[in-house]
């Protein structure tokens, strides 16, 4: 059964750091673009960044020089390091399989609450 389950959430002051991860199980996380998505209070999910399968990564705008995308195929995890952190990037995170690549019923994600 495929699943993704993502941590690492919590609550960091502005220009403060967090490391999400997602470790992904029941498919072969390895040759698929996986991306981090996230989800404020009364907005629609929106795709933050994603890695492709050969590591080549990519940014939306205003999270682009702040944010970092890996993966350990070894370990079917992906994670997300996230500096100098914004009021703005307040959300809940999701990873899943990014573009082209249909996603996958999505995880419960992990809430990130940037606040002084």
């Known amino acids: 059964q495929e699943e993704l389950v993502e941590s690492g959430g919590g609550l960091v002051q502005p220009g403060g750091s967090l490391r999400l991860s997602c470790v992904a199980s029941?498919?072969?996380?390895?040759?698929?673009?996986m991306g981090w998505y996230r989800q404020a209070p009364g907005k629609a999910r929106e795709l933050v960044g994603f890695?492709?399968?050969?590591?080549?990564?990519d940014y939306t705008d205003s999270v682009q020089g702040r944010f970092t995308i890996s993966r350990d195929n070894a370990q079917n995890t992906l994670y997300l390091q996230m500096n100098s952190l914004k009021p703005e990037d307040t959300a809940v995170y999701f990873c899943?399989?990014?573009?082209?690549?249909?996603?996958?019923?999505w995880g419960q994600g992990t809430q990130v609450t940037v606040a002084s």
């Open positions: 029941g498919f072969f996380f390895n040759v698929y673009n």
């Open positions: 890695i492709r399968r050969g590591g080549m990564t």
């Open positions: 899943n399989k990014a573009p082209p690549f249909d996603p996958l019923p």
